[in-house]
């Protein structure tokens, strides 16, 4: 019985003993190789990776973005008088409004005008004083107090950017054979007095700052 006790008594003390050991030491304490974690928990890093990969060019646009792009970049076909129509987009409203009331009106158009001088591009945008293309939309002249002034272009981006800008215009577009077909007017003299009191910080602009987008009046037909 004390040789078997002697023996129970000796087994936890050889357990410490080898775990006390340098070998055992250096075995407990050892840096385990890292372990590469499952993909699905890193889902982001994961995604990453593969994009980096095999997916697509950063740079690459969707059809929809492509089209906005090439549409700002390289303009519209300029109209032309040849056989085929051209397709024509407009904003309208009274003309109060649009010339005398809309006051970043004329910077968006100074701002397009200059961008076509940069990159010499034909403008293909106009406004057009009494528009006789309303004579095809029955439907937007009722809604219009007179007299009423359109934003012409064939760059339809473009005009739907504008119809954003601004407020209260009406759009459509149609088309038409020739580009003096398309912005027929029946010109008329605008003129808008000037407020009693101006608290803006900055001046009021002057009037007659739309004659410089009217087109030619090679183009124009006055009533």
Known sequence: MVA???????????RLAGMASPQ????????????????????????????????PPLCS?????????????????????????TKYYFVVANAKFMLDEEE??????????????ERNREQDFWLVVEPKLLDRFPGITK????????????????ITFMKLRLDRVLAESFEADSCKEALASNLIDLHFEKPEKW???YPKYESG???????????????
Do not use: I, M
């Open 104 to 117: 970043h009106f004329k910077e968006l158009l100074s701002e397009r005008l200059r961008l076509f001088g």
């Open 143 to 158: 809604r219009l107090k007179r007299p009423a002034v359109a934003l012409v272009s064939t760059d339809g981006p473009w």
């Open 199 to 201: 608290v803006a910080p």
């Open 61 to 85: 646009l969707s059809p929809a973005r492509a089209v906005a792009v090439d549409s700002d970049q390289l303009g519209s076909s300029p109209p032309t008088d040849e056989g085929k129509p």
């Open 24 to 55: 055992a030491y250096r075995s407990s304490f050892h840096p385990s190789p890292p372990r590469l974690l499952h993909s699905d928990r890193l889902p982001g890093r994961s995604v990453g990776l593969q994009l980096l990969r095999s997916g």
């Open 4 to 14: 078997s006790a002697a023996l129970t008594l000796a087994s936890p003390c050889a």
């Open 209 to 223: 700052w739309w004659e410089q987008f009217l087109p030619p009046r090679s183009n124009t037909a006055v009533a």
